[in-house]
């Protein structure tokens, strides 16, 4: 069956750094669009990153433009997320998702069918 599990997160200072990392298994991670998404206490699911497979463009949100990057290695089947100059509001439970979203509805959590468990990501002095 499908699977994405996250790693990567943790508690880092604010202006710090942290690579966050998603293996995924049981469908083709080839040919699945693939995002992360991020959701704070009290707050709803954003998206913060994601790669569409019709084109393999990136797309962030503008709160994160310039700080983070995605990317993906199809041959270990692994999603990133490189977050740099990180603030206190990137705190939050970062998640994994996989999907075939068209490319109007790419950033909308709906879209995605499939998702992990979610990694815990707390910037703190």
């Known amino acids: 069956q499908v699977q994405l599990v996250e790693s990567g997160g943790g508690t880092v200072q604010p202006g710090g750094s942290l690579k966050l990392s998603c293996a995924a298994s049981?469908?083709?991670?080839?040919?699945?669009?693939m995002a992360w998404f991020r959701q704070a206490p009290g707050k709803q699911r954003e998206v913060v990153a994601a790669?569409?497979?019709?084109?393999?463009?990136?797309f962030y949100s503008d709160s994160v433009k310039g700080r983070f990057t995605i990317s993906k290695d199809n041959a270990k089947s692994t999603l990133y997320l490189q977050m740099d100059s990180l603030k206190p509001e990137d705190t939050a439970m970062y998640y994994c998702?996989?999907?075939?979203?068209?490319?109007?509805?790419?950033?909308?959590?709906?879209?995605?069918?499939?998702w992990g468990q979610g990694t815990q990501v707390t910037v703190s002095s």
């Open positions: 790669i569409y497979i019709g084109s393999a463009r990136t």
């Open positions: 049981g469908f083709s991670f080839n040919g699945a669009s």
């Open positions: 998702a996989a999907g075939y979203p068209s490319f109007s509805s790419k950033l909308l959590a709906r879209e995605y069918r499939n």
